[in-house]
Antibody
Framework: EVQLVESGGGLVQPGGSLRLSCAAS????????MNWVRQAPGQGLEWVAG????????YYVDSVKGRFTISRDNAKNSLYLQMNSLRAEDTAVYYC????????WGPGTLVTV | DIQMTQSPSSLSASVGDRVTITCRAS??????LAWFQQKPGKAPKSLIY???SLQSGVPSKFSGSGSGTDFTLTISSLQPEDFATYYC?????????FGGGTKVEMK
């Protein structure tokens, strides 16, 4: 069974940092584009970042460029999001999602700034 | 950035109704369009990719159509488990963008 499980969320002060992890199981991460998506309380979905299967190309929404870094470790079947200089507007549930068309999602982890 | 506009933002419907949700892209995205269903407190679930291809395990009452800038999601016969919020999303170009969502409520 394909599973994605996020971890690392929590309460952080403005200007602080957090590192989110997404552990994949039931499949091998390496062939897939991977994404982070967030959802602020009561709001819609916002794509945050994506990374190519080998980690060579990374893309970000403008609001997080220079502050967030997406990375992956295919050997550990894991995806990461390093979040620095956090702001109140970064408060959201953060999801990892597999593939160009987001076919599988994790349950999410809450980040409160 | 490509803007995705969904309409309506909410609708009220009854069990058995046929429901159609529209998504318009601010520029052409070919068929790089996905639809998701989200229930309160849960992660989104993929329904359709490539504008009209059903994800594995998704019932055939869901269908998608369109290409270019105009797309629709149709639920042929609404069931109690279908009351949820639906989102479209383009994956033609970065930044990837979602529509604002359509909340389907019980009449």
């Amino acid at each position: 069974e394909v599973q994605l499980v996020e971890s690392g969320g929590g309460l952080v002060q403005p200007g602080g940092s957090l590192r989110l992890s997404c552990a994949a199981s039931g499949f091998t991460l390496s062939p897939y584009w991977m994404n982070w998506v967030r959802q602020a309380p009561g709001q819609g979905l916002e794509w945050v970042a994506g990374v190519k299967k080998d980690g060579s190309d990374k893309y970000y929404v403008d609001s997080v460029k220079g502050r967030f870094t997406i990375s992956r470790d295919n050997a550990k079947n894991s995806l990461y999001l390093q979040m620095n200089s956090l702001r109140a507007e970064d408060t959201a549930v953060y999801y990892c999602a597999r593939g160009n068309a987001f076919e599988y999602w994790g349950p999410g982890t809450l980040v409160t700034v | 950035d490509i803007q995705m506009t969904q309409s309506p933002s909410s609708l009220s419907a009854s069990v058995g109704d046929r429901v159609t949700i529209t998504c318009r892209a601010s520029q052409g995205i070919s068929n790089y369009l996905a639809w998701f269903q989200q229930k309160p407190g849960k992660a989104p679930k993929s329904l359709i990719y490539g504008a009209s291809s059903l994800q594995s395990g998704v019932p055939s009452k869901f269908s998608g159509s369109g290409s270019g800038t105009d797309f629709t999601l149709t639920i042929s016969s609404l069931q109690p488990e279908d009351f949820a919020t639906y989102y479209c999303q383009q994956y033609n170009s970065f930044p990837l963008t979602f529509g604002g969502g359509t909340k389907v409520e019980m009449k």
